[in-house]
């Protein structure tokens, strides 16, 4: 496992996925010194492909008999790690959820397409690509649970560190790298203080630049 999880990280850093060392701005609006820029490898298929070889060696001893992923991030990865495990691949999908509702940001995820009924009765792997708060992998499972299948794992190429198996309601969560990243508040950001510019290419550093220089 060590070997794999080091040959995963060098794809992972020299496809420019991990970055680290710089200043980034999230969502939340706290600053931190790393990001994740995983869209960069969906068009790589043999780096896709490397990781997923790596991830079906940990989890072929698991007796699983279909893989989920959700979408969009985790469809991807999930369906290349099917196919080293010579498994059929499903994914789930956001709820289309009608009047009122519609202003939900994150339905709920759920099997469509007629994917209920290939998961029902069978061992499900759960992949990811990259787990941060674990919602995604969280909400698979539940689907997969409602649709009478059961949750072996779930697994991802890379994990933020910061839930694990029982956060995402799963027996055991398998992972390829850990990324660790430290971030503040605006207010007490590190970064900020030593005057290390921020990046404005990934997270939403450009949009707090711009805000900045308007006040």
């Given at each position: 496992?060590q070997n ?7 794809i ?8 680290d ?57 999930s ?30 995820f ?41 949750v ?64």
């Open positions: 496992m794999l999880s080091v040959a995963a990280e060098k992972l850093r020299e496809s420019n996925t991990l970055l060392g710089q200043h980034f701005v999230y969502i939340s609006g706290d600053h931190g010194a790393g990001w994740v820029n995983k869209d960069v490898l969906i068009p790589d298929t043999k780096k896709i492909s490397e990781l997923a070889q790596m991830l079906a060696q940990v989890v072929n001893e698991l007796q699983i008999e279909i893989v989920c992923g959700p979408a969009i991030g985790g469809l991807v990865i369906q290349w790690t099917a196919h080293h495990l010579g498994l059929p691949s499903v994914f789930t999908e956001h709820q289309d959820l009608p009047g009122e509702n519609l202003r939900e940001i994150r339905p709920p759920i099997l469509k397409r007629g994917f209920d009924k290939l998961v029902t009765g069978k061992k499900v792997l759960i992949v990811d690509d990259i787990v941060n708060t674990g919602h995604s992998i969280r909400e698979t499972a539940n689907a997969v649970r409602a649709c009478g299948g059961e072996v794992a779930a697994a991802a190429y890379c994990t933020r560190g910061n839930t694990d198996a029982a956060g995402m309601g799963v027996p055991q969560f398998i992972y390829l790298v850990e990324f660790t990243i430290p971030f503040w508040s605006v207010e007490s950001c590190a970064l900020c203080k030593s005057g290390v510019p921020v990046n404005i290419e990934f997270a939403h550093g450009r949009e707090f630049v711009e805000r900045k220089t308007r006040t």
